[in-house]
């Protein structure tokens, strides 16, 4: 997953690229745009879709940053084969609490 780390700080609205190590992909990998970038916000269950049918096999992708609450509880989770959990950070979004 993209290194992230608590420091990190996004903004709403902004572009950013996520990144993964798929130099060592697993055999059984879903092959074309099967692949979801997930941004979960603290222990919501449900996640805005940052992005989807990514091909998992290219380790990066672009997205952008929604409208999403301020915090640091934020992460991101690669989705297809298997679930890739990245570590909290922070995100300046529109609105706070």
Same mark, same amino acid.
């Not at 269950?45 to 672009?62: C, F, K, T, V, W």
């Given at each position: ?10 903004? /709403? ?22 692949? /979801? ?10 996640? @805005? ?16 940053? @929604? ?19 990245? @570590?909290? /950070? ?6 706070? /609490?």
């Amino acid at each position: 997953m993209t290194y992230l780390m608590a420091e990190t700080a996004w903004q /709403f609205g902004q572009a950013y690229t996520v990144t993964w190590d798929a130099s060592d992909a697993p055999m059984n990998i879903m092959s074309g745009n099967s692949g /979801f970038i997930l941004l979960r916000s603290g222990d919501y269950e449900m996640s @805005p879709i940052l992005a989807q049918n990514i091909h998992l096999r290219d380790g990066q992708y672009q997205v952008t940053v @929604p409208d999403v609450v301020t915090g640091s509880d934020h992460s991101l989770v690669l989705l297809r084969d298997s679930g890739n959990w990245g @570590p909290e /950070f922070m995100i300046n979004g529109p609105v706070t /609490f």
